[in-house]
């Protein structure tokens, strides 16, 4: 199977599974798991295809992805209660989608639109959309607000791609390379807490203070 193939129906499958799992976190039934896996396993990739201008997009000329999602979902509607910590599998399964989803969203960008600024562009966008949506119908805490780096993680994996790409990597070994560096660094972020210093407000002058 090509390299990137096999990337696109992991980057679907897992992030499908944490669909799952934050359906079972709030305890809905099979209809809102198949929904919430759906959404969020095809939902970056949707957003890159309507950006680029690539109609019909990927799930309606191949609907196999959506049963990838599918299966995922009663999988994961049988198989949630068992494990523990949810939340934290969620989050290393999110790691692992992004890592697969950035790559594959640059190497569509880059051949669809031949800019290396716009293919890392849409590798950012269908590696974190999908979560994105996740969280908002889930109600969960959304992963852009959390402490650690994440959506850097995509622009490295993103970056690397298209960066080994145009240095003349051959495409599964670029592609590779590249999920392993944005899996570094979404991995590392979880584990060890890496973050970028935050924003610290300054108070506003009273009314009376504006001359």
């Given amino acids: 199977m090509n390299p990137l193939l096999l990337l696109d129906y992991?980057?679907?499958?897992?992030?499908?599974?944490?669909?799952?799992?934050a359906a079972s976190r709030k305890?809905?039934?099979?209809?809102?798991?198949?929904?919430?896996?759906?959404?969020t396993g095809v939902g970056g990739g949707t957003l890159?295809?309507?950006?680029?201008?690539?109609?019909?997009?990927?799930?309606?000329?191949?609907?196999?992805?959506?049963l990838v999602c599918g299966v995922v979902a009663v999988i994961g509607f049988f198989t949630a209660p068992l494990v523990e910590s949810r939340y934290r599998l969620l989050l290393w399964f999110d790691a692992l989608?992004?890592?697969?989803?950035?790559?594959?969203g640059a190497?569509?960008?880059?051949?669809?639109?031949?800019?290396?600024l716009v293919a890392i562009v849409t590798g950012i966008m269908t590696a974190t959309f999908g979560g994105?949506?996740?969280?908002?119908?889930?109600g969960e805490p959304s992963v852009l607000l959390r402490p650690e780096i994440y959506v850097t993680a995509a622009l490295g994996g993103a970056a690397a791609y298209v960066?080994?790409?145009?240095?003349?990597?051959?495409?599964?070994s670029a592609a590779f390379a590249a999920f392993a560096v944005a899996f570094a660094v979404r991995g590392g972020a979880l584990r060890f807490g890496w973050a970028f210093p935050r924003y610290r407000s300054r108070p506003g002058r009273r009314p009376e203070d504006i001359p």
């Fill in 97 to 104: 989608g992004l890592s697969a989803y950035c790559v594959m």
């Fill in 48 to 66: 890159r295809d309507l950006v680029l201008g690539e109609l019909p997009v990927f799930w309606v000329v191949n609907p196999a992805y959506l």
């Fill in 107 to 116: 190497a569509k960008g880059l051949a669809v639109a031949a800019s290396p």
């Fill in 10 to 21: 992991a980057g679907v499958a897992v992030f499908a599974a944490t669909g799952a799992l």
């Fill in 132 to 138: 994105i949506l996740r969280d908002l119908l889930a």
């Fill in 163 to 172: 960066a080994l790409d145009l240095a003349g990597l051959d495409p599964a």
């Fill in 27 to 39: 305890e809905l039934d099979i209809i809102g798991f198949l929904f919430l896996a759906g959404v």
